[in-house]
Each structure stands twice: as C-alpha cells, then as structure tokens.
C-alpha cells in the first residue's frame, strides 16, 4: 500500500500564475515532510520541508502548508516561471528513512 | 562544497553478472543512504549507513544486494548474478547526522541497464 500519494500525475500552468502540487499521507508516524525536484538525468534535488510541529513554511516563491488532521499537504509555487518545469516529489519521514510519492510532473507554459 | 556524487552514471551489463555502482557522499556527512528509483515510480529505500555500520538494511530485494561502507565515507552497492527487474536508477543520498528532520541530499544516481 502507499503510504505517500501524488494523485496528480501531471499539471499544466501558465507562467507567472500559482502553480499548485498535491500529496496525501496515510501514516501517522511520519513527522518531518520535504518536496524534491528533479530534472530529466539528475538526482532529486531539495526544495523545502515542514515539521509536524507547523502548518506552513516559506522560503521565496515556495510555501509549503500542512494540514496533519488531514493527512495532506501541499506546495504552493507563486509565481511561477518555466524553469519550475520539472517533476516534484514529495517524502516523508518518520525516522531517517524517506517514503516517496510518485511524483507530479509539473509544466510551466511560456 | 562539492555534492554527492555517483559512478558510473550509466551501466549497461548482461543478466547474470556483478555490478558495484560507487557513492561518495558530502564531506562530513555520517548518514549515507541507498534508493532505487524504476519508472513512473518515487524512490524506494534500500540501505541506511550510520558511519561504516548498516543500520538498516530492510529495503534490500533478496540477499543478490549487499552495501559496504567500510570507512564511513565512500558506498558501494553491490548486485550479484544481475536480472533484468534490476533495471532502474540507484540513487545515493546523504545527511548530517541521520535525525529524522535531517535533509537528504542527492546524488545523480546511476542508471542500471540488465541486458
């Protein structure tokens, strides 16, 4: 069963409006939640995270808000530009292990 | 300061041989982690080093996977008798310290063709 899910596979959004990314845990042991990008041919690259402890964080044009009685959370891109085009995954931690979603690939249109 | 990085970046090899793909984490980092990441698929777990130690292996297949850290610096994953659902990218990551809310970061990973 997955225990992290990224119902979207694919988002298509016009540059410079919000761009949106979804993902929906079911273990309550997880604490700690980060959003990886990944280029074609690179490894996954660290974008943002947020503790149990918050329900949102922001760092530049990325916010990420946690809702942990719903077990979602989300990462708000504002605004968005074409080189946010990319596959963002989401993870989650309960211990050092991460559990991936399967991604959403994320087109941004000139 | 210089990231993860992976050899080699391709590896094409024929069923039934031996593999080992090499990982060298960021400097001073004790965590040392092991993904494997087939297609449309997020990464999975395989193997988490604390220092030379596996502290967790569960994520390994079957007993064909085995990884060694022997000075807690540089990885190697090892695949014996290789089979064609091996195919896939094996990723490397590593972290601080390997708390729960330490960052894992990437390594390019090394695409794994059985033949």
């Known amino acids: 069963d997955q225990q992290v899910k990224q119902n979207s596979p694919s988002l298509s959004v016009q540059e410079g409006r919000i761009s949106i990314l979804n993902c929906d845990y079911t273990n309550s042991m997880f604490d700690y939640f980060l959003w990886y990008k990944k280029y074609p041919a690179e490894g996954p690259t660290f974008l943002i995270s947020i503790s149990s402890i918050k329900d949102k964080n922001e760092d530049g044009r990325f916010t990420v808000f946690l809702n942990k009685s719903a077990k979602h959370l989300s990462l708000h891109i504002v605004p968005s530009q074409p080189g946010d085009s990319a596959v963002y995954f989401c993870a989650a931690s309960g211990s050092y292990q991460l559990t991936f979603g399967k991604g959403t690939k994320l087109s941004v249109i000139p | 300061g210089a990231g993860v990085s992976q050899t080699p970046s391709n590896k094409v090899t024929e069923k039934g041989k031996y593999v080992e793909l090499r990982c060298d984490p960021i400097s001073g980092h004790t965590a040392l982690y092991w993904y494997r990441q087939s297609l449309g698929q997020g990464p999975e777990f395989l193997i988490y080093f604390q220092g030379t130690g596996a502290a967790d292996d569960s994520g390994l297949p079957n007993d064909r996977f085995f990884a060694v850290r022997p000075e807690g610096s540089v990885s190697t994953l090892k695949i014996q008798r290789t089979e064609r659902g091996d195919s896939a990218v094996y990723l490397c990551?590593?972290?601080?310290?390997?708390?729960?809310?330490?960052?894992?970061?990437f390594g390019p990973g090394t695409r794994l063709t059985v033949l």
């Open positions: 990551a590593s972290s601080i310290s390997g708390g729960s809310t330490d960052t894992q970061y």
